[in-house]
Nanobody, 125 residues
């Protein structure tokens, strides 16, 4: 199995930027499709972005397209989420997820096998 640890969350003003990181340990990192999800208080966990094993393909939720960028460094076993032009509605706990031996960039959280503990992102003035 794989262990996932997120970092980089915090408080930022509207219009600001944050970069989240998710460090993986355990099995070979490039055996996993990686994704970011988020969960706001009282809401279901929702898909944000996913990236293929090689890093060559990405998929985004419409709500973050053009503002967020997902990337990965397989040598460092880390996936990133660069978040720009942040809005108050982006406030949530952000989770890193891994789909072992998958190929599709799934938006359904049930397709992901492993999860990190989450990191809080708060966008407020």
């Amino acid at each position: 199995q794989v262990q996932l640890v997120e970092s980089g969350g915090g408080l930022v003003q509207p219009g600001g930027s944050l970069r989240l990181s998710c460090a993986a340990s355990g099995r070979t990192f490039n055996d996993y499709v990686m994704a970011w999800f988020r969960q706001a208080p009282g809401k279901e966990r929702q898909f944000v972005a996913a990236i293929s094993r090689s890093g060559g393909s990405m998929r985004y939720a419409d709500s973050v397209k053009g503002r967020f960028t997902i990337s990965r460094d397989n040598a460092k076993q880390t996936v990133y989420l660069q978040m720009n032009s942040l809005k108050p509605e982006d406030t949530a706990v952000y989770y890193c997820a891994a789909d072992y031996a998958g190929w599709a960039l799934n938006v359904d959280r049930r397709e992901y096998d492993y999860w990190g503990q989450g990191t809080q992102v708060t966008v407020s003035s």
